[in-house]
């Protein structure tokens, strides 16, 4: 049921871009300052949606790759502390069954 309900929404949602695309056919004259570009607008705005996707991939990247660094380093923190606490636990044993 929850495949149909996605697949339902997927329609619905290309239904809408197929609409908004053919309202907007009249050409467009963007202006660059070094060159004009001639072309429809639907296909200025699918390539300004584009590059804001791909500029908000770009910068979520970084913060991402930051973070998996991080985490990796705390990680190793944690497993020598880990490491640690278990050789202190097994000296406190053996001075103990030493002293008995």
Do not use: C, H, Y
């Not at 996605?6 to 329609?11: E, K, M, Q, R």
């Not at 070094?34 to 979520?60: D, E, H, N, R």
């Amino acid at each position: 049921m929850k495949k149909q309900w996605s697949l339902i929404g997927i329609l619905v949602l290309v239904l809408v871009i197929v609409i908004f695309s053919w309202l907007n056919v009249q050409p467009v004259t963007v202006n660059f300052g070094f060159s004009q570009v001639t072309m429809p607008l639907v296909v200025i705005l699918v390539i300004s949606l584009l590059l804001g996707v791909i500029l908000a991939v770009l910068f979520s990247m970084t913060t991402i790759l930051q973070q998996k660094q991080e985490l990796k380093q705390i990680k190793s923190k944690l497993e020598s502390n880990q490491a640690m606490r278990r050789a202190d636990k097994n000296i406190r044993q053996d001075t103990k069954t030493k002293e008995k």
